[in-house]
């Protein structure tokens, strides 16, 4: 039995949207309620929020575009000012209802104007007989535009005294959109994040011709139990099913497993969905680089941490000084004449690591450092010298307000401050690639 149902729409037309969104039919029946027929005057605005993901923007825009309802859809973030967002949704309701777009930009300064052109596009369009929606997705935008840009959005229907509905999409609650001088309250609902169940039944809707639905739903149900707990984005889930699925089916396209030998095809999956956990989110290698990894048998630590996030926007010479503060609390001061002198005669290795403890700095942690030796290898290790000018204390006072280091003991030490460098291994080699420089060679615990 269909659970959508309204009078307006043909019972056929309701079954198809129904099959488009999966999950929400309870979100898509209460909007229904609320839109009314097409003649009909619905409420002058609805705020719709909910975390991200959890299908807010594609129920709207499925909706419309189904039922065939005359609408305008604008991103507040790509249309960022109020001039830009006014006149893309002119643009929009010229074509609304044209058989030939019309993408003239009109003019629109402010919003007085906007009421003018959009009263005069209605007219011209002949939308008067039924509901334009007005769509504006991201809203939480809004708040960065003019005072008045929220509250006569919310009233646009009354200004305009034309059947509109603007619907407001948001990822933050209303509390935090409403105007100390209040303004028109608009019609909230709310989108609940996807629970495992709901997850399971959308991705197991993607499942390949080739492979019976069952298979592909032990998969999802696999996938979900390794990721649920720290990713609930539908969208990055789907990202995870589609790019680790042929490793999954190997056993079978193998022989070595038949479908429902789920054990066999864990076993295969498991160590490889572990490495995938390093990388949720942070796309740091294309899906190409990825399969090719696969493919490779490639360990964990080929991925690239996290440079291509949080390293590329240090400066040059700060990369080289956190490089120099790392090697400064992880090595001892008595390996500083065998990594960065030159001309420190002979050592020899063995005798070198025999005469001391060989328990590892990294297990032990980090270790303080006064700033004369953080300049000495920052010295050593750079290709030029660099004079202590005002501008390398600068950036080491960048590098401890960005928590990369962290100051030891009281600024009134007479011996000057002393630092540790709180950044991981990962990190830090990730920091050292950047620039071509192999840290590996500089490290005591790699000897």
């Not at 369009?125 to 509901?131: A, G, K, V, Y």
């Not at 919310?154 to 933050?172: A, F, G, H, P, Y």
């Not at 492979?211 to 999802?220: C, P, R």
């Not at 990202?239 to 076993?267: I, Q």
Request: hydrophobic residues 40%.
């Amino acid at each position: 039995m269909p659970n959508l149902e309204h009078p307006a729409y043909p019972a056929a037309t309701l079954l198809h949207l129904e099959s488009l969104v999966p999950c929400r039919e309870s979100q898509v029946s209460m909007l229904l309620s609320i839109f009314g027929e097409r003649q009909q005057f619905s409420f002058p605005s609805i705020f719709i929020y909910g975390h991200t993901s959890s299908g807010k923007t594609y129920v709207m825009q499925t909706l419309l575009n189904t039922l065939q309802l005359p609408h305008v859809f604008v991103n507040c973030v790509e249309y960022f000012t109020s001039r830009l967002l006014l006149e893309e949704i002119l643009i929009q309701l010229q074509s609304c209802s044209s058989e030939t777009e019309q993408t003239s930009r009109v003019p629109c300064d402010n919003f007085n104007d906007f009421v003018r052109l959009f009263k005069q596009a209605v007219e011209s369009r002949e939308l008067q007989d039924q509901t334009l929606y007005i769509v504006l997705d991201r809203a939480e935008q809004l708040r960065e535009m003019e005072a008045n840009i929220l509250p006569a959005f919310l009233r646009l229907q009354e200004l305009t005294d034309r059947n509109v509905t603007v619907v407001l999409l948001s990822e933050i609650v209303w509390e935090l959109f409403r105007p100390n001088t209040g303004c028109f309250e608009p019609l909230t609902l709310y989108f609940p994040d996807y629970s495992i169940g709901h997850l399971q039944k959308i991705l197991s809707q993607n499942h390949p011709p080739e492979y019976s639905a069952d298979f592909y739903a032990a998969y999802i149900n696999i996938l979900l139990g390794v990721f649920y707990m720290v990713c609930r984005d539908l969208k990055e889930l789907q990202h995870l099913a589609a790019l680790n699925f042929s490793k999954y089916c190997e056993p079978v396209v193998r022989g070595e497993a038949n479908e429902r030998d789920t054990r066999k095809l864990w076993k295969n999956i498991e160590p490889h969905l572990k490495k995938a956990m390093q990388t949720v989110y942070l796309r740091e290698i294309s899906s190409s680089q990825w399969e090719r990894l696969q493919h490779d048998d490639g360990e964990p630590g080929q991925l690239k941490g996290l440079s291509a996030h949080t390293h590329v926007e240090l400066p040059y010479y700060s990369k080289f000084l956190l490089i120099a503060a790392y090697l400064a609390s992880y090595n001892p001061v008595r390996t500083d004449k065998r990594f960065f002198l030159k001309h420190h005669g002979k050592i020899r290795k063995t005798n070198f690591m025999k005469k001391h403890e060989k328990t590892s700095n990294h297990l032990l942690g980090p270790k303080p450092f006064p700033l004369d030796r953080l300049l000495a290898i920052l010295y050593s290790i750079v290709d030029n010298r660099v004079a202590p000018t005002a501008n390398i204390f600068s950036q080491i006072t960048s590098l401890v307000t960005l928590q990369l280091l962290s100051v030891v003991g009281h600024n009134d030490q007479l011996d000057g401050p002393r630092y540790k460098c709180t950044v991981s291994l990962d990190f830090i080699r990730a920091i050292a690639r950047t620039v071509n420089f192999d840290i590996i060679k500089y490290l005591y615990d790699f000897l």
